[in-house]
Nanobody, 122 residues
Framework: QVQLVESGGGLVQPGRSLRLSCAAS????????MGWYRQAPGKQRELVAA???????NYADSVKGRFTISRDNAKNTVYLQMNSLKPEDTAVYYC????????????????WGQGTQVTVSS
């Protein structure tokens, strides 16, 4: 019913920037919070940043001041601008959205993208 497609990952040198995008599509009635998570090899998935439909944001301490989350509600898209990247930012980044679909008696729930690899290395 709902698909999330991430883009923008890749290989980048330390100190450089990347911008991730995640577009939601399908039978969407409303999208509430959206967020980015990441999972490095051998580690648990962790929240990187989240944004409400009203634009309130929160960030993991490790990315505060370097990453910025934003969204375009008209396009059902969330972005993650990542600056001053560090090798420890290397991970698969996943998009998450809390979505209510256009179907009766279907409770809103979280949907996930397939993930995009970000590798920070010289």
């Amino acid at each position: 019913q709902v698909q999330l497609v991430e883009s923008g990952g890749g290989l980048v040198q330390p100190g450089r920037s990347l911008r991730l995008s995640c577009a939601a599509s399908g039978s969407i009635f409303s999208i509430y919070a959206m967020g980015w998570y990441r999972q490095a090899p051998g580690k648990q998935r962790e929240l990187v940043a989240a944004i409400t439909s009203g634009g309130s944001t929160n960030y993991a301490d490790s990315v505060k001041g370097r990453f910025t989350i934003s969204r375009d509600n008209a396009k059902n898209t969330v972005y993650l601008q990542m600056n001053s990247l560090k090798p420890e930012d290397t991970a698969v980044y996943y998009c998450d959205a809390d979505v209510e679909v256009q179907a009766m008696f279907t409770p809103r729930r979280d949907y996930w993208g397939q993930g995009t690899q970000v590798t920070v290395s010289s």
